[in-house]
């Protein structure tokens, strides 16, 4: 598919370059001239020096045959304006970037129609939303719901030398209704076998039925402590949506920041949470707010070493749980092997986001990546001309490195063996390395 893409900085790189990696015919529009210079010998892209918004250039790249544009530059208006100018020259699909949280009420959603956004991407709040649910599930390093809610993926670190460790997949008996999809070892993500083995320090992800995929908390004899006493370090975009979502769900809030207007701005939009002035660096500050005494600390500034810094500290005083932002991906690896519990980075988040909109439509419902975009989990409705219908999994030889981790059949959720058979309408959930997920998409599609 020929697709648009509105700003070359750190979101629009991002996302442009997992849509080369689908196989996209990928037009990058940007108005500085030294981004684009910049991108000449990084990414495999038509790139343009424009205003993104102007019908006349995107009447030059040619409109006709192009399936989405998306909007991402740092301007919320000069997004959405972008999208309208394209719905009018006949784009059928387009996704704005916006901070603006008001255009994402559900009471916007005629103004969204009429401006021709077809979704409204705040990448501040899709970062918020998921530490939220993170926090959530206290044991787990990441949580994807799948099948309106009947299928959950979870990931979990072995920080205890188990008696499972060193032991094949096959021969150990896990929780009934659930499945080892994937095993990251070292920064390498791997698909597991039944010769597979578990080992210290292996971030281990599970699949398989909701009800049944909690009890594995208690069968690695994970920590259970509750969360609830959070501090975060930085009243960013990030710092402030979090701390709305945190409150309303019942969390106790301490927020440290050294801008003092930044702090003024979120204390008239929080009741409970305490906002406080100062340096998160400063060990005295940390030890006086008694942040030792929190479940669980929260680096969102937008400098990575200070947010490493801020977690170790907090790690010294006895913080159980750390939680960082990155802006750069590389250093994800890089933090969790010193001792940081989860590590994120806003634009993977984004860039995820927008491409299960580029890959949705009527047989794929979600898809989720992981470990930054180590491995995806695609969620696929089967039709009646797809090559699974009617096959047991056994005589299925999927393209590229793939694992079938559950299948929802009506209202049963299924762990599947190689005897099950696939049918018209199920629900399956596939875990693959992202590399392979375009290939086995167009695979599942041919008639």
Known sequence: ????????????????????????????VEKSAERIKNLENNLDVSLVNG????????????????????????????????????????????????????????????????????LFINPEMVTAQEI??????????????FASGAVRLMEFKIREHLDVCGRP?????????????????????????????LEYMDSVFFLGATAAISEVEGWFHVSQRPTKNVVIIGAGLIGRNLTRLLEEAGYYVKVIDKNMERCELLATQVNKSMVICGDG????????????????????????????????????LGVPKTIVRVGRPEYITLMEQVGIDIVFSPRLLTSGEILRMVRTGEDVVRISTFEGSKAEAVEVVLTSISP????????????????????????TTIVPTGSTILYDNDHIVFFSLPEHV???LTYLKQG
């Open 1 to 28: 598919m020929k697709i648009i893409v509105v700003g070359a900085g750190k979101v629009g790189y991002s996302v442009a370059d997992r849509l080369v990696k689908d196989e996209h015919d990928v037009y990058i």
């Open 51 to 118: 205003n993104g918004s102007s019908l006349r250039l995107l009447q030059e790249i040619g409109m006709d045959d192009v399936g989405m544009l998306i909007a991402v530059t740092d301007s919320d208006e000069v997004n959405m304006l972008a999208c309208t100018v394209a719905k009018l020259g006949g784009i059928p699909r387009t996704i704005a970037r916006v901070r603006d949280n008001d255009y994402l009420k559900a009471g916007n959603r005629e103004l969204q129609e009429k401006l021709g956004v077809d």
């Open 132 to 145: 939220l649910q993170v926090l959530q599930t206290p044991a787990a390093l990441d949580v994807e719901d």
């Open 169 to 197: 997949l096959r021969d150990i008996e896990f929780p009934k209704g659930v499945l080892v999809v994937g095993i990251l070892r070292e920064g390498e993500m791997i698909i597991p076998h039944g010769e597979s083995t």
């Open 281 to 316: 660096t400063d060990m005295s500050l940390l030890e006086a707010e008694e942040v030792a005494d929190s479940d669980v600390i929260i680096c969102l500034t937008d400098d990575d070493k200070l947010n490493l810094l801020v977690a170790l500290l907090a790690k010294h």
């Open 388 to 411: 699974l219908v009617g096959k047991a999994l056994k005589d299925i030889r999927l393209p590229g490195k793939a694992l079938v981790g559950a299948v929802v059949r009506g209202d």
């Open 438 to 440: 375009n290939k086995l």
